[in-house]
């Protein structure tokens, strides 16, 4: 063996044993799920094809249709332009298309081409995309066009700023009888948010255009068709131990007809087939199941798919292609072919390279299996006899054939009632392990209510609390989530996983409010809740001490919480003060040996109705420390977060 190759090796084994090593708990603590933080990533206010999915260009494929969006069409996004009193037409065809997946395609038809040129920089017959509200081109970033053609044709293909100015061109000979993809790419030398992609034909005759297509080179791990880095980057800031995907209502789908298909979303991006999105968009699924999975591993956290159970949203009043509104199921010989979609989701995932669906995975890029521990069946239905035998069918399927996976059942969208009831009772009479808890509510609900899981049955089956948040971004909504999120901590032996909803909203283009994250072209704005997941998630731990702070007086305002991290040895309080008073809080250490003598503290604090906005993003974590006794006092703020890090002694040799 050469020596670096050992080296190497020797390397590789220490960090594996470090990593491996655990620090034994302190008697007196009960131990608590280790993947209760994670997130919920929907495709809801444009978090998906206009945010995370790094695509520049909208209606990429031509797809965009009125059934999705009122007054959309397949030229949506684009605008017809003829440069230098150039003279033409374009027109949206379907005959042979690039894939019967993707069946509109463009024609540009070039009669007269750059006739005055003028002042005018360009010329030629074309089409123009400004993006996703303009386009955000970056000084000195390299971004890579790709598109898909027919015919014999020069093409002129430039990057320009809004009014027009090219900031990059190149000429495309397009030369083929079928199709075929060209590619190229620039470095733009000038920094704008307003930029726009221009395709022109610049010799009469005509060409048939698809999947035009703007990525910048720089997507997180410089992935091709991937995802904005720095969003990725606020999310791995997340440390995430799960991610549940793709949906929300977004898996029920508007109506029978575009129920989620997982299918639609692997494979060659040219070959995927689009879907209306129940948010009143479209999805073009370039960023589907396989996008996911690799975003998991990415974020080093668990895969939750979660997968429709047959009916539609109760809420789906948008009419599409159902009369009326309504949950509507899909018959049983329907369900029979959709259980075996999803196991052949699971073959897709996890099987081996030459299995069935295991082989368009490796095709794929990824030869090696998925992990995947966890699937969740349904999303907030009310629990009628057609949901019960969905979700039994795709139960039993799933359990008998991957008794492995754990499968999470539903229980409707509130935190008690019939659906809440049925859909408990249902995961027990199954023998389901996990059960999936959403509900939105105020502030002072969440506080009232922090001893929910105080009374929860301890045999079982745990909780996913897969969706929650205060419905507003204000410091005083975040510190009510804090509060409550003491109590799950409290509660992990039976809480095992939970996620706060939705994650991002884009700016002027939600469906819903809050989110954790807003973000535009350009910026990202984390709310304050934003960072209370965060601080709760960087500073977990896997064994909970009931007894160990105590406060003066009854603070029902207050949250509170101590946990053991067993990986770090490090000891974690986290003090959540709602009210306007300060709390005198008093941590009683003395059971833990090893600590170090200076703690790190991190402060979340402001006045109750503080927001964070693009400009300013005032609400966010502070620094200090502090000197570390057996018997702590800590003087609490009003309206503040704190967590309190005592970091474990190092050994002495
Ligand atoms: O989180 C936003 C939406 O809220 C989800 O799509 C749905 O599951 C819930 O009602």
């Given at each position: 063996m050469k020596r670096t190759t050992l080296l190497l090796f020797i390397f590789s084994v220490a960090t594996l044993l470090s990593q491996a090593k655990t620090y034994p708990a302190t008697a007196g603590g009960k131990a608590i799920s280790r993947e209760l933080w994670g997130i919920f990533f929907e495709d809801i206010n444009y978090a998906g094809d206009g945010g995370l999915y790094a695509e520049m260009v909208q209606n990429h494929s031509f797809e965009y249709s009125l059934a999705e969006h009122e007054g959309w069409g397949p030229t949506t996004a684009w605008r017809f332009v003829k440069p230098g009193h150039s003279a033409g037409d374009v027109t949206v065809n379907m005959d042979r298309p690039l894939h019967p997946n993707n069946p509109h395609y463009v024609t540009l038809e070039a009669e007269v081409v750059g006739l005055f040129r003028g002042d005018s920089p360009l010329h030629g017959v074309g089409l123009q995309n400004a993006g996703f509200d303009g386009m955000s081109l970056k000084a000195g970033e390299r971004y890579n066009v790709s598109l898909w053609a027919r015919g014999r044709m020069p093409l002129v293909v430039a990057l320009l700023d809004g009014?027009?100015?090219?900031?990059g061109s190149d000429t495309i000979r397009v030369d083929n009888d079928g199709w075929q993809q060209y590619t190229t790419h620039f470095t733009c030398d000038t920094t704008v948010t307003d930029g726009q992609l221009a395709v022109l034909a610049v010799e009469r005759g005509r060409v048939d255009l698809d999947m035009i297509s703007l990525f910048p080179q720089h997507t997180y791990k410089e992935r091709p068709n991937g995802l904005r880095a720095d969003m990725m980057e606020a999310l791995r800031s997340l440390h995430p131990r799960f991610m549940r995907f793709p949906g929300g209502c977004l898996v029920h789908g508007p109506g029978l007809k575009h129920m989620?298909?997982?299918?639609?979303?692997?494979?060659?991006v040219e070959t995927r087939k689009s879907q209306p999105n129940c948010w009143e968009y479209h999805n073009?699924?370039?960023?589907?199941y396989y996008e996911y999975f690799l975003m998991c591993e990415d974020l080093r956290c668990k895969p939750v798919p979660v997968i429709h159970a047959g009916v539609t949203c109760q809420?789906?009043?948008?009419?599409w292609n159902i009369p009326g509104t309504g949950q509507h199921s899909l018959t049983e010989a329907e369900m029979r072919v959709y259980v075996q979609d999803i196991l052949d989701m699971i073959e897709w995932a996890?099987?081996?390279?030459?299995s069935r669906w295991g082989r368009l995975r490796a095709e794929a890029g990824h030869p090696e299996p998925f992990q995947l521990e966890y699937i969740a069946i349904g999303n907030e239905e009310n629990v009628t006899d057609s949901l019960v035998r969905n979700l039994t069918m795709l139960y039993q399927a799933i359990h008998s054939r991957y008794p492995a996976i754990t499968v999470i059942g539903t229980c409707g969208y509130t935190a008690n009632g019939k659906s809440h009831d049925r859909g408990w009772a249902l995961t027990r009479e199954l023998g389901m392990k996990v059960v999936d808890e959403h509900y939105f509510q105020r502030p002072d609900w969440f506080i009232k209510n922090q001893h929910r899981y105080d009374s929860y049955d301890r045999t079982g089956p745990q909780v996913y609390f897969g969706e929650y948040a205060t419905k507003d971004c204000r410091l005083i909504n975040a510190l009510a989530e804090a509060v409550y999120m003491t109590g799950l901590e409290r509660n992990g032996d039976i809480v095992r996983m939970a996620s706060y909803a939705p994650l991002f909203g884009k700016r002027d283009h939600c469906q819903w409010n809050p989110n954790l994250i807003y973000f535009d072209n350009e910026r990202l704005c984390p709310t304050p809740s934003y960072y209370v997941q965060q601080l709760f998630s960087t500073h977990a731990g896997d064994y909970y001490y009931g007894d160990v702070i105590q406060v003066e007086g009854d603070v029902p305002t207050l949250g509170r919480s101590c946990v053991f991290d067993s990986q770090s040895g490090d000891v974690i309080l986290k003090l959540a003060n709602a009210d306007s008073v300060t709390v005198q809080v008093r941590a009683d250490l003395s059971r833990f040996k090893h600590m170090g003598k200076t703690a790190q503290v991190i402060t979340l604090t402001g006045t109750p109705d503080a927001q964070n906005t693009f400009d300013d993003a005032r609400i966010r974590p502070q620094e200090s420390t502090m000197k570390v006794t057996r018997s702590l006092s800590i003087e609490l703020p009003p309206h503040t977060l704190q967590v309190i890090r005592i970091t474990r002694k190092a050994a002495s040799h």
């Amino acid at each position: 063996m050469k020596r670096t190759t050992l080296l190497l090796f020797i390397f590789s084994v220490a960090t594996l044993l470090s990593q491996a090593k655990t620090y034994p708990a302190t008697a007196g603590g009960k131990a608590i799920s280790r993947e209760l933080w994670g997130i919920f990533f929907e495709d809801i206010n444009y978090a998906g094809d206009g945010g995370l999915y790094a695509e520049m260009v909208q209606n990429h494929s031509f797809e965009y249709s009125l059934a999705e969006h009122e007054g959309w069409g397949p030229t949506t996004a684009w605008r017809f332009v003829k440069p230098g009193h150039s003279a033409g037409d374009v027109t949206v065809n379907m005959d042979r298309p690039l894939h019967p997946n993707n069946p509109h395609y463009v024609t540009l038809e070039a009669e007269v081409v750059g006739l005055f040129r003028g002042d005018s920089p360009l010329h030629g017959v074309g089409l123009q995309n400004a993006g996703f509200d303009g386009m955000s081109l970056k000084a000195g970033e390299r971004y890579n066009v790709s598109l898909w053609a027919r015919g014999r044709m020069p093409l002129v293909v430039a990057l320009l700023d809004g009014k027009g100015k090219p900031l990059g061109s190149d000429t495309i000979r397009v030369d083929n009888d079928g199709w075929q993809q060209y590619t190229t790419h620039f470095t733009c030398d000038t920094t704008v948010t307003d930029g726009q992609l221009a395709v022109l034909a610049v010799e009469r005759g005509r060409v048939d255009l698809d999947m035009i297509s703007l990525f910048p080179q720089h997507t997180y791990k410089e992935r091709p068709n991937g995802l904005r880095a720095d969003m990725m980057e606020a999310l791995r800031s997340l440390h995430p131990r799960f991610m549940r995907f793709p949906g929300g209502c977004l898996v029920h789908g508007p109506g029978l007809k575009h129920m989620y298909n997982w299918k639609n979303g692997i494979g060659p991006v040219e070959t995927r087939k689009s879907q209306p999105n129940c948010w009143e968009y479209h999805n073009t699924m370039g960023l589907g199941y396989y996008e996911y999975f690799l975003m998991c591993e990415d974020l080093r956290c668990k895969p939750v798919p979660v997968i429709h159970a047959g009916v539609t949203c109760q809420g789906d009043a948008k009419g599409w292609n159902i009369p009326g509104t309504g949950q509507h199921s899909l018959t049983e010989a329907e369900m029979r072919v959709y259980v075996q979609d999803i196991l052949d989701m699971i073959e897709w995932a996890t099987g081996s390279a030459d299995s069935r669906w295991g082989r368009l995975r490796a095709e794929a890029g990824h030869p090696e299996p998925f992990q995947l521990e966890y699937i969740a069946i349904g999303n907030e239905e009310n629990v009628t006899d057609s949901l019960v035998r969905n979700l039994t069918m795709l139960y039993q399927a799933i359990h008998s054939r991957y008794p492995a996976i754990t499968v999470i059942g539903t229980c409707g969208y509130t935190a008690n009632g019939k659906s809440h009831d049925r859909g408990w009772a249902l995961t027990r009479e199954l023998g389901m392990k996990v059960v999936d808890e959403h509900y939105f509510q105020r502030p002072d609900w969440f506080i009232k209510n922090q001893h929910r899981y105080d009374s929860y049955d301890r045999t079982g089956p745990q909780v996913y609390f897969g969706e929650y948040a205060t419905k507003d971004c204000r410091l005083i909504n975040a510190l009510a989530e804090a509060v409550y999120m003491t109590g799950l901590e409290r509660n992990g032996d039976i809480v095992r996983m939970a996620s706060y909803a939705p994650l991002f909203g884009k700016r002027d283009h939600c469906q819903w409010n809050p989110n954790l994250i807003y973000f535009d072209n350009e910026r990202l704005c984390p709310t304050p809740s934003y960072y209370v997941q965060q601080l709760f998630s960087t500073h977990a731990g896997d064994y909970y001490y009931g007894d160990v702070i105590q406060v003066e007086g009854d603070v029902p305002t207050l949250g509170r919480s101590c946990v053991f991290d067993s990986q770090s040895g490090d000891v974690i309080l986290k003090l959540a003060n709602a009210d306007s008073v300060t709390v005198q809080v008093r941590a009683d250490l003395s059971r833990f040996k090893h600590m170090g003598k200076t703690a790190q503290v991190i402060t979340l604090t402001g006045t109750p109705d503080a927001q964070n906005t693009f400009d300013d993003a005032r609400i966010r974590p502070q620094e200090s420390t502090m000197k570390v006794t057996r018997s702590l006092s800590i003087e609490l703020p009003p309206h503040t977060l704190q967590v309190i890090r005592i970091t474990r002694k190092a050994a002495s040799h």
